[in-house]
Nanobody, 129 residues
Framework: EVQLVESGGGWVQPGGSLRLSCAASGFSFGFEDMSWVRQAPGKEREEVAIVYTGVGATAYSDSVKGRFTLSRDKTNGTVYLQMNDLKPEDTAMYYC??????????????????????WGGGTRVTVSS
């Protein structure tokens, strides 16, 4: 069974940091495109970071560029999202998602594509004072 499980969310004050983790199982980790997507209440889903396995590139949305970093540890099947200098507008449910077949065109982070067929259950991030 293909599965993604996120962890690491919580409450943090503005300017603080969190590291989200996404543990993958059930597929050959390291050969898929992996994405972090967030959704705030009443808003559309926003893809904040994505790694394109085929071209070995990572892209970020303008809203998080310079503050968030996506990394992947192929030895333990985990992808991370390091989030620094958090702002209240970063408050959202954060999901990791995968395209096990690495089909996503490397056009940059934006609206999550339908190629992302595997999703985790999400982890909540709250940024407030």
């Amino acid at each position: 069974e293909v599965q993604l499980v996120e962890s690491g969310g919580g409450w943090v004050q503005p300017g603080g940091s969190l590291r989200l983790s996404c543990a993958a199982s059930g597929f050959s980790f390291g050969f898929e495109d992996m994405s972090w997507v967030r959704q705030a209440p009443g808003k559309e889903r926003e893809e904040v970071a994505i790694v394109y396995t085929g071209v070995g590139a990572t892209a970020y949305s303008d809203s998080v560029k310079g503050r968030f970093t996506l990394s992947r540890d192929k030895t333990n099947g985990t992808v991370y999202l390091q989030m620094n200098d958090l702002k209240p507008e970063d408050t959202a449910m954060y999901y990791c998602a995968a395209d096990p077949l690495a089909r996503i065109p490397p056009v940059g982070a934006g609206c999550p594509t339908t190629f992302l067929t595997t999703w985790g259950g999400g982890t909540r991030v709250t940024v407030s004072s």
